[in-house]
């Protein structure tokens, strides 16, 4: 597909096991961050508003798989890529990579929803969302 986004992130001290290296759950919550990250660069956020509707973006399936270790201090790069949309949901995946050695990939799908009374709906993605996506 086409939207990619990129950012570096350094393991910190607190997500690493006895033996220095990243935690496998630290990198589900890195993926978190750089969807995050991706959504703020494109103007908006995973809960936002699209005129009088709030939506969010819950998770419906991640996984990731692991190459080799990430340790205490080594900076990542981690690359955000739009691999499907579609009519209600959007599928990342996610480069984890210590200089040119692949660490981890990461996929998340996502389901756009309205909140309506405290309740995920899900509905199409919005035109300006979805052009996004594709950009």
């Not at 984890?96 to 309506?116: H, P, S, Y």
């Amino acid at each position: 597909m086409a939207a990619t986004f990129q950012t570096t992130r350094r393991v910190q001290f607190a997500e690493t096991d006895m033996a220095g290296i990243l935690h496998f759950a630290n990198y589900y919550r890195m993926m978190e961050e750089v969807e995050h990250a991706f959504w703020r660069s494109k103007g908006t956020s995973v809960l936002a508003r699209n005129g009088a509707q709030e939506i969010s973006w819950p998770r419906v399936a991640a996984s990731c798989e692991f190459s080799a270790p990430a340790r205490f201090e080594d900076e990542l790069a981690l690359m955000l890529s739009v691999v499907k949309v579609s009519n209600r949901s959007v599928t990342f995946e996610i480069d984890f990579r210590r200089d040119e050695t692949r660490l981890a990939l990461g996929r998340v799908t996502a389901v756009c929803c309205a909140i309506v009374e405290d309740r995920f709906q899900p509905i199409p993605i919005p035109g300006d969302l979805r052009g996004m996506l594709e950009a």
